[in-house]
């Protein structure tokens, strides 16, 4: 198969969707892989590593996008990426439709098949190509939120962890899962004081584990209200897999809080778990709602992109491989991550979507 990787067009994006030695192992399987010239640059990759393994160059995302059956990319397409796509090809990367119905309207009419990354589902229910940088935006949403509380970054002034004769920072974490969990931890260890809400008892269980300094709370609306009007940093990390993120933090609940305070929301990629979430970009990361400072851009790994490509990468190639032979579909957990196909949507997850 041919298989193309294309320059990343979202603001401030860094990743590449495959490192050269992934792509070596691909083309040793007999696949011609493309990749479009200077899109490992900025995750430390340059086009010379990509041709020592046999990878062919190509100068520009049109001649990419016309000699590619499979596009392999990290984030969603945009405007440039979507006139290029064409029916033909097989997508592979992360999608998040179920808060961008113009996506998705756009897919549909191009009539492509589209797999999601965060859509594809092992049977025991783990994310695999989610994980990664679920952990990677888990550990950026303390270290920007620490930083956010600066006061020349318009914060309240306040040191997280504190030390002796101060007291400690508080950090109230929405999702025990993979983002949340790495949230927490970091924040533990710089020494603040950390509640945890969600409402799977082995994950409140697994919490308690992260620390003596930690809580671990079901997840009430009254008992957020509670704990968020104190909060000197809220990370939303909540989850539906594919599905839109239900508001777990109410505009009444931020407008309690103290003026300075930071809220970083993981969840932005699926429409976020703040009712005062709205996209941003690494360009022009926050804004204040009510006094509190917001961070929600949309791809936080970007951010780290050596890091991020080297994870991403080792993640997704083994699906890579597994698609691109010809009865993937007959792979059920390949099929688990369908979310376009011929026109149609067909994640159960999207079904109903307004378009």
Request: aromatic letters at 6%; hydrophobic letters at 35%.
């Given at each position: 198969m041919r298989i193309g990787v294309p320059s990343e067009t979202k603001t401030l994006e860094g990743r590449v969707a495959l490192v050269p030695a992934a792509c070596a192992d691909l083309i040793r399987h007999g696949h011609d892989v493309y990749l479009q010239?200077?899109?490992?640059?900025?995750?430390?990759?340059?086009?010379?590593?990509?041709?020592?393994?046999?990878?062919?160059?190509?100068?520009?995302?049109?001649?990419?996008?016309?000699?590619?059956?499979?596009?392999?990319?990290v984030k969603e397409p945009i405007e440039g990426d979507l006139k290029l796509l064409k029916k033909r090809h097989l997508l592979f990367c992360y999608l998040h439709l179920a808060p961008d119905p113009k996506l998705a309207k756009a897919l549909l009419k191009i009539g492509l098949t589209g797999i999601a990354f965060e859509s594809v589902q092992e049977a025991d229910g783990?994310?695999?190509l989610l994980t990664p940088m679920s952990v990677v935006a888990g550990k950026l949403a303390t270290q920007v939120g620490t930083t956010l509380l600066h006061q020349p970054q318009g914060g309240k002034g306040k040191l997280l962890g504190g030390l002796a004769a101060t007291e400690r920072g508080k950090v109230v974490v929405l999702g025990a899962g993979v983002a949340g969990g790495n949230a927490a931890k970091l924040a533990a260890r710089g020494g603040s004081s950390v509640v945890v809400f969600d409402k799977r008892p082995d994950r409140l269980a697994q919490a308690r584990t992260w620390g003596d300094n930690v809580t671990a709370l079901y997840a009430y609306e009254s008992a957020v209200a509670e704990e968020v009007a104190t909060a000197d940093l809220v990370v939303g990390a909540v989850l539906v897999p594919s599905a839109k993120?239900?508001?777990v933090v109410t505009r009444k609940m931020v407008k309690s809080m103290e003026k300075g305070s930071v809220m970083v929301d993981i969840s932005i990629d699926q429409g976020g778990c703040f009712e005062t979430s709205k996209p941003t970009t690494w360009k022009d990361p926050t804004y204040v709602v009510d006094g509190v400072t917001h961070f929600c851009v949309t791809n936080m790994p970007g951010a780290v992109p050596q890091t991020s490509t080297q994870a991403i990468s080792a993640a997704i190639l083994p699906y890579v491989q597994r698609l691109a032979q010809k009865n993937w579909r007959k792979d059920v957990i390949l099929a688990s991550g369908l979310n376009v196909d011929a026109g149609k949507l067909v994640h159960p997850a999207l079904q109903g979507m307004k378009l």
């Open positions: 010239s200077g899109a490992g640059e900025k995750s430390g990759f340059a086009n010379e590593r990509y041709r020592k393994v046999g990878v062919n160059v190509v100068s520009d995302a049109a001649e990419l996008y016309d000699t590619a059956e499979m596009i392999v990319k783990s994310l695999p993120a239900p508001h």
